[in-house]
């Protein structure tokens, strides 16, 4: 099994496959609860992945990786148990999710100093897309209110720790980590916009799943293939 793990082509093939036994048995009524088996079996697969390929020496920074995947596979069974009705399990999975993304960003957390004038756009995006997000899911929140604000900072939080990897990793780290979070907030956003705001967007159980692996694959993916970059890339424009 380990050779399968190694190569980055058969793990990829496997993911898919393990992606796609999921959503069908989340879109097969009668058949959710084997989810409680495939997404565990999607998610540790991942962790997996990670453990036998990582080179990093800083075990520091590989446990922030290695509790921010377990708390993703753990909260992805809570998130089952929540789509029951059950609030507990939903605020449970939400807080995992909250720990999760802050060991991500303290993992790309560097203390390099960088240009405030940089951040403007970036800090201006994040603005926009929270009160937009607030404001149209407001209402319907009520005891989610204070949750909700915390995970979309957190959501922003991350984001800007990706984006200020620019200049301090390789190119393909670089766009491989910030595509997953970007892919991530989709993910969030459709999510967030389906369960407060009872907005019909076709294909959401496919989506949010769908987007959610895709970003998960994509950080890790970006992670493993981080080195310190050698020359300075040009500013991103956001």
Known sequence: MKFIFKSTLKFSVLYLLLYLLDSFFKNSEGLVVYRYFSKTLLSFSLLLFYIINTKQKDQRKKKLIVIALTCFLIGDIFFISGNSGNAINVLIATALFIIAKVCYSVRFFNNKD?????????????????????????????????????????????????????????????????????VSMVADSINILKTFYDADIAYNKITIMFFYCLSQYLIILGVLNETKSTSKLKPINV
Do not use: D, H, T
């Open 114 to 182: 960088f240009k405030i004038s940089k951040l403007i756009p970036f800090l201006l995006f994040c603005f926009c897309y929270m009160s937009v997000i607030m404001s149209i899911v407001y209402n319907e929140l009520g005891f989610y209110f204070l949750p909700l604000l915390i995970y979309l900072f957190v959501v922003m939080m991350l984001m800007q720790f990706a984006y200020l990897r620019s200049n301090e990793v390789n190119l393909q780290s670089f766009w491989y980590v910030l595509l997953g979070v970007v």
